[in-house]
């Protein structure tokens, strides 16, 4: 089973941030400031365990968001509380590694 858009729609209007989301393999994954921190699977929020989403998170359940994936955070209980959705997904940005930099294109030669 998908991901409905209304469920990516009801997400994005609840947690009081500016995310964005982009289809894939028929789910969705949630980016800030084009870092990855979470996936929507099923209709179910799955927020990437780094150690600062796990400290605002402690006793949050965790699991698969799809078959054979690490265990995530499962953020049923946290959209009742919208901003500590929303600190827990900055805390996940803050922990990502910094963007690798893009190698340069080679130039193209004519022959």
Request: net charge neutral; aromatic share 6%; charged share 25%.
């Amino acid at each position: 089973m998908s991901t409905s858009a209304a469920t990516i729609d009801h997400l994005l209007d609840t947690i009081p941030l500016r995310l964005t989301a982009r289809k894939m393999f028929g789910e969705y994954a949630l980016y800030l400031d084009s870092i990855v921190v979470a996936f929507v699977c099923d209709d179910t929020l799955f927020i990437k365990p780094t150690p600062g989403a796990n400290a605002i998170l402690p006793e949050a359940p965790r699991g698969p968001a799809y078959p054979g994936s690490k265990d995530y955070i499962i953020a049923a209980e946290a959209l009742d509380d919208p901003e500590l959705c929303a600190r827990a997904l900055r805390a996940v940005a803050a922990d990502a590694p910094p963007p690798k930099p893009k190698k340069p294109k080679a130039a193209k030669t004519s022959a």
